[in-house]
T-cell receptor, first 114, second 114 residues
Framework: KNQVEQSPQSLIILEGKNCTLQ??????????LRWYKQDTGRGPVSLTI?????NTKSNGRYTATLDADTKQSSLHITASQLSDSASYIC?????????????FGTGTQLKVEL | DGGITQSPKYLFRKEGQNVTLSCEQN?????MYWYRQDPGQGLRLIYY???????QKGDIAEGYSVSREKKESFPLTVTSAQKNPTAFYLC?????????????FGSGTRLTVV
C-alpha cells in the first residue's frame, strides 16, 4: 500500500529561526514528489516538485531535498516569517496505468511566533 | 489571471438534501479532480476526469456524483447517500493525468451538515 508519512505532526518556532520538515514514503513506482503549503481554509499551493534524478530544489526560502534510495524527503525553511504559519503537505506521485496517482501525507502544522 | 474557482466557499446542507459544489478552471487543463480533506487525514480522491464527458471513480466515490460536460467545469454533487459529508472539498486540475503537470488546487468549499 502506498503511504506517505510526515513528521513532526506539528511544530512551533520563533520568527527568524530555521526548521526542517520530514517526509518518508513507500510509493511505487515513484514518479515525483511535491511539497505544498496550505493556509487555513485555503487550497494547497505548490512549493516544489522533484523527479527521481533531482536531489535538491529551492523556491526562495524553501529548499526541498530528495533521497530516492532511502525514500525520504525534507523541506527546509530558512529565516522563518509569521506568514510561513501553515500546513505543509508532502505528496508523492506513482505512475500507474491510469496516469499519475497522488498519495498525500497528513501534513506538518507549522506555527511561527514572535 | 488563470486559476481554479470553487464556489461557494461555505455551504450548509440539511439531512437528506443533495448539494452541488462548483469548480471552474480557465487553465486549459484536460484533467480535473475532486478531493475530500478531513482533520488529521491526507487528501482523498473522490472522482477525476481526464477528458470531457468521461470521469472515473476515485478511492471514496460512494455518495458522490460528478459530470464533465465542458472542459472548464467539473461540478460535484454530494448526495443524501453520503453518510458523513461534513468536510473540506478541494478541486484540482492538471494538464493530463499522465504527466500531471501544473497540478493546481482551488481554494476549497467547506460543507457542513446541519
Amino acid at each position: 500500500k502506498n503511504q506517505v508519512e510526515q513528521s513532526p505532526q506539528s511544530l512551533i518556532i520563533l520568527e527568524g529561526k530555521n526548521c526542517t520538515l520530514q517526509c518518508n514514503y513507500t510509493v511505487s513506482p515513484f514518479s515525483n514528489l511535491r511539497w505544498y503549503k496550505q493556509d487555513t481554509g485555503r487550497g494547497p499551493v505548490s512549493l516544489t516538485i522533484m523527479t527521481f534524478s533531482e536531489n535538491t530544489k529551492s523556491n526562495g526560502r524553501y529548499t526541498a531535498t530528495l533521497d530516492a534510495d532511502t525514500k525520504q524527503s525534507s523541506l527546509h525553511i530558512t529565516a522563518s516569517q509569521l506568514s510561513d504559519s501553515a500546513s505543509y503537505i508532502c505528496v508523492v506521485s506513482a505512475l500507474t496505468g491510469g496516469g499519475n496517482k497522488l498519495t498525500f501525507g497528513t501534513g506538518t502544522q507549522l506555527k511561527v511566533e514572535l | 489571471d488563470g486559476g481554479i474557482t470553487q464556489s461557494p466557499k461555505y455551504l450548509f446542507r440539511k439531512e437528506g438534501q443533495n448539494v452541488t459544489l462548483s469548480c471552474e478552471q480557465n487553465l486549459n487543463h484536460d484533467a480535473m479532480y475532486w478531493y475530500r480533506q478531513d482533520p488529521g487525514q491526507g487528501l482523498r480522491l473522490i472522482y477525476y476526469s481526464q477528458i470531457v464527458n468521461d470521469f472515473q471513480k476515485g478511492d471514496i466515490a460512494e455518495g458522490y456524483s460528478v459530470s464533465r460536460e465542458k472542459k472548464e467545469s467539473f461540478p460535484l454533487t454530494v448526495t443524501s447517500a453520503q453518510k458523513n459529508p461534513t468536510a473540506f472539498y478541494l478541486c484540482a486540475s492538471s494538464t493530463t493525468t499522465v504527466q500531471a503537470e501544473g497540478y493546481t488546487f482551488g481554494s476549497g468549499t467547506r460543507l457542513t451538515v446541519v
